[in-house]
């Protein structure tokens, strides 16, 4: 098996890769392949390790690389693509996406995965600010009491927008430490742990905001 991937697929994943008697050719962050001679790839894979371009220039950084194998994907050189998303709806790779639909490549991604860590992160994150953990911290490093008015969780409400798999398992998580949940998604439907699903059938677009076309070739509805 032939891979084309960015860093550090190689590095981390030697022990699997080589169980697979697979070998990698790395693509760089620029969307360079250095020493490129014209081979072709089985698989592709851009690393979550790719999102720090997005810090370091902007969106455009990152479309540049999904971009470059985009073009690689067209010219017959990859076979598959892997996206490292739960969701499609990312506009830096959607010339990827066509170009795979366009040439007949395979497109996989992985919905599901983020579910349980990035809820877990955002609970983390709210009984950290409710509980004051950082002001308890530097209390604690400078052995200094402080009497501190902390929030109960079980006396809050959360609100979230996409009641998908992520959102879903936030409200599982919130319901757990007594919060009141409240979800927001396109469609109006019950939806497990959630107290409450809402949405807005005919939203007012912003006039002056024009949504993103996935398809440059064809123009966007008019509002």
């Not at 720090?52 to 693509?81: H, I, N, P, T």
């Not at 009984?127 to 604690?140: A, K, M, P, T």
């Not at 949405?199 to 993103?212: F, I, M």
């Amino acid at each position: 098996m032939r891979l084309l991937c960015t860093p550090p697929i190689a590095e981390h994943w030697s022990v699997e890769l080589a169980a697979l008697d697979a070998t990698v050719t790395t693509l760089e962050f620029d969307g360079t392949v250095p020493g490129d001679a014209g081979s072709n790839w089985d698989g592709a894979f851009i690393s979550s390790e790719a999102f720090k371009l997005f810090y370091a220039g902007g969106r455009a950084a990152l479309q540049r690389l999904y971009s470059a194998l985009a073009e690689l994907v067209r010219a017959g050189r990859v076979a598959w693509c892997h996206l490292c998303m739960s969701g499609l709806d990312v506009p830096f790779a959607f010339p990827l996406m066509k170009a795979c639909h366009d040439v007949g490549a395979t497109l996989t991604h992985c919905p599901g995965v983020y579910a349980a860590p990035i809820a877990q992160y955002c609970l983390g994150h709210m009984l950290s600010i409710g509980r004051l953990n950082e002001q308890h911290r530097v209390n604690q490093t400078a052995r200094r009491y402080e009497s501190l008015v902390q929030r109960d969780l079980r006396l809050c409400t959360v609100g979230i927008v996409g009641a998908g798999g992520i959102g879903s398992e936030l409200a599982r998580l919130s319901k757990a430490v007594g919060m009141g949940t409240i979800g927001w998604r396109r469609q109006a439907a019950p939806a497990p742990n959630y107290d409450e699903v809402r949405t807005n059938p005919n939203p007012d677009p912003d006039p002056g905001v024009r949504p993103t076309n996935p398809n440059p070739d064809q123009p966007l509805d008019q509002p």
